[in-house]
């Protein structure tokens, strides 16, 4: 891909965000396990919240270049915790944009896009997030004196943004068992009966994840996403997005990985000599570049599809295969970064250090390995 001046532009301008208003804060934030509120507003300020929504709703249409840039100079602060908290509208808003009334999109969209409030995505439940077609959190329609409306009982959990979202777009269940009695719908923040707590995490830390219980939290009928047992749908879609976005994430890490054992391998001396003299190192320095490049290719491949519109089956599957790769590579270069820092490399306040406790949950978050493989292999009809 050949970028435009207008791709440059703005990546220039992302990456001098970065480097003034996150990248020098983050092991703080980290070790505060929260984040200013404020840089929501700041991000939506340079347009980096409503990057690719309708400009009705506060948005700026965007082709999937602009979202791919984005991530890649977010992720160069080396923080995953803060990607997935501050991007969180990136997968509760969607179904809400597709699916969602006019009157909810401008009720929930443009504050968001704002910084003003936060969005989240609630699916995963106590009992299972991969098997999403039989989640129980349930919610039923109930008319009364003041107008209809959903009565939701049931639980969430490992919710990003959980703890501060002032929008859930929420999967339960209004019908019977199965993939066909599933809805979404979006349930402010304050209603009351919800109550949430904060969950302790291996990494991304300063993002609020939050375990959730609805007890009998009532919400007006008209904040259903789109129809009645239709929601199943929309989370299949949805993840469609947050897979691609995820990859990209993960291949950037790998990179930042790659910059920080380089540049170490250059300055630390062993045995007279420095690192990067070594044979050895060279050869895993280059291995980690070479899993970063293809996985690069890969995923340029295929948001190069995705802008031609060719996002049938055979495209979906290779998102999932690719969200494997792009995990794998990351991680297989932490790893390989660590290493190649040596005690450096286990010492908190570097980002191959965060990026190592971090690729877990890539590999689980959005679909778990097994669960791409298994996607992939029904949508290839293997
Ligand atoms: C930090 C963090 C943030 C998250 N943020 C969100 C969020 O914002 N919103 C949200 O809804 N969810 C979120 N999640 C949840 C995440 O999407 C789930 O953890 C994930 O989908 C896996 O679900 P599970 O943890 O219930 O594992 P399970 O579904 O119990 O699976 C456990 C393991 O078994 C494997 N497995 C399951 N079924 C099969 C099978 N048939 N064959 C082979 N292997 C199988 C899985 O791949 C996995 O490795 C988050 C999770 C984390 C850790």
Redesign the pocket.
């Known amino acids: 891909m050949s970028f435009t001046p207008e791709h440059t532009l703005f990546r220039d301008n992302v990456r001098a965000f970065v480097e003034r208003e996150i990248a020098p804060h983050v092991n703080a934030w980290d070790e505060a396990q929260t984040f200013p509120r404020e840089l929501y507003a700041r991000a939506a300020q340079l347009g980096l919240l409503g990057l690719g929504y309708a400009e009705a709703y506060g948005g700026t249409p965007c082709d999937g270049w602009f979202k791919l840039i984005a991530t890649e100079e977010i992720a160069r602060a080396g923080s995953g915790?803060l990607m997935?908290s501050l991007f969180?509208h990136n997968?509760?808003l969607p179904p809400i944009v597709a699916h969602g009334s006019d009157e909810l999109k401008q009720r929930v969209v443009p504050d968001v896009l704002a910084g003003r409030k936060i969005a989240?995505?609630?699916?995963?439940?106590?009992?299972?997030?991969?098997?999403?077609a039989r989640l129980t959190c349930k919610a039923r329609r109930e008319t009364g004196p003041d107008g209809d409306h959903w009565v939701i009982d049931g639980e969430?959990?490992?919710?990003?943004?959980?703890m501060r979202a002032d929008w859930f777009t929420l999967?339960v269940r209004t019908g019977s068992g199965g993939a066909a009695g599933i809805s979404l719908i979006a349930v402010p923040g304050d209603t009351p009966g919800l109550q949430r707590a904060p969950?302790a995490?291996?990494?991304?830390w300063c993002?609020d994840?939050a375990h959730l219980r609805f007890e009998g939290c009532r919400v007006p009928a008209a904040n259903l996403i789109g129809a009645e047992n239709a929601g199943f749908r929309a989370i299949m879609e949805n993840f469609n997005g947050e897979r691609l976005l995820m990859s990209a994430g993960a291949c950037c890490f790998a990179q930042v990985c790659y910059d920080e054992a380089l540049a170490w391998a250059r300055e630390r001396k062993t045995f007279g000599a420095a690192l990067v003299e070594h044979q050895v190192m060279r050869h895993k320095l280059m291995d980690m570049r070479m899993r970063i490049a293809s996985t690069r290719a890969w995923l340029h491949a295929l948001v190069e599809r995705q802008e031609r519109g060719d996002t049938g089956p055979e495209w979906v599957a290779e998102l999932c295969l690719l969200k494997n790769h792009a995990t794998q590579t990351m991680q297989w270069c932490a790893d390989a970064a660590v290493q190649t820092l040596g005690g450096m490399g286990f010492m908190r306040g570097l980002k191959s250090e965060r990026i190592y406790r971090e690729v877990?949950?890539m590999?689980?978050?959005?679909?778990?390995?097994?669960?791409?493989?298994?996607l992939a292999a029904r949508q290839l009809g293997v």
Do not use: H, N, Q, Y
Not at 120 to 132: F, H, M, N, Q, R
Not at 156 to 162: A, C, L, M, R, W
Not at 201 to 204: R, S, T, V
């Open positions: 915790g997935a969180s997968i509760g989240a995505l609630a699916i995963t439940e106590p009992g299972g997030g991969s098997d999403v969430k959990t490992f919710i990003t943004s959980g999967a969950l995490k291996m990494g991304w993002s994840t877990k949950v590999m689980i978050g959005g679909g778990a390995e097994e669960i791409m493989k298994e």
